[in-house]
């Protein structure tokens, strides 16, 4: 069955210092994958997604994330956090031919100045 | 760019009463999802509909039902909400593309069954 894990559950990080944020995935197949961001009392909002071709894809506000088969991994890194970025972060994976999407349990994004 | 309404951010509600959470989508698009938000669950889909008067089960359909009369709404109902129904509830939409669309949330409708 299709899954997605988020091994942290709430990361910390400091004003400028780097980030990396964990997804693993279970699918049969080529995943669709996805990472989205909720900022507090907000709905979600897509930072990238990757469905073929290169496997490292650039999104919004500055993250990227790379899709590793072998490792059924699709990791969110961004090289200087802001203050900004203190939000709940999503990894999703596309369920075959629907449009439906397997979430994450989610890792919370914690800044210090 | 492509909105997601909800019709309220806030709802209160009592034990056995029916509730209605509206959404629409101003793009014309086919899909359209309720999911609920749960601290440490993630998101988990309750229904999702990709046509008009069409509707298919998510992994959480038991007390809930859903309306899709028209495109662009999609109603999720609670025929007698229970405390355990409290929640943060999210609406989506995408196009209908066999995979790999965007789905565009709403903002959320944080219900409270007292």
């Known amino acids: 069955a299709q899954s997605v894990t988020q091994p942290d559950i709430h990361i910390t990080v400091s004003e400028g210092a780097s980030l990396e944020l964990r997804c693993n995935y279970s699918y049969g197949a080529t995943p669709y994958l996805f990472w989205y961001v909720q900022s507090p009392g907000q709905g979600l909002q897509l930072l990238l997604k990757?469905?073929?071709?290169?496997?490292l894809v650039q999104g919004i506000k500055g993250f990227e994330a790379e899709f590793k088969r072998s490792q059924s991994s699709f990791n969110l890194r961004k090289p200087s956090v802001h203050w900004s970025d203190a939000a709940e972060y999503f990894c999703?994976?596309?369920?075959?031919?629907?449009?439906?999407?397997?979430f994450g349990t989610g890792t919370r994004l914690q800044v210090f100045p | 760019d492509v909105k997601v309404t909800q019709s309220s951010r806030y709802l209160v509600k009592r034990t056995g009463e029916k509730v209605f959470l509206e959404c629409v989508q101003d793009?014309?698009?086919?899909?359209m999802f309720w999911y609920r938000q749960d601290p440490g669950l993630g998101l988990r889909l309750i229904y999702f509909s990709y046509d008009v008067k069409m509707k298919e089960k998510g992994d959480i359909p038991e007390g809930y039902s859903v309306s899709r009369e028209k495109k662009e709404r999609f109603s999720l109902i609670l025929e007698s909400a229970s405390t355990n129904q409290t929640s943060m509830y999210l609406c989506?939409?995408?196009?209908?593309?066999?995979?790999?669309?965007?789905?565009?949330f709403g903002p959320g409708t944080r219900l409270l069954v007292l």
């Open positions: 990757y469905f073929s071709g290169d496997t």
């Open positions: 989506a939409s995408t196009k209908l593309a066999g995979g790999g669309e965007t789905q565009y």
């Open positions: 793009m014309d698009h086919e899909n």
């Open positions: 999703a994976v596309g369920i075959g031919d629907t449009d439906k999407l397997i």
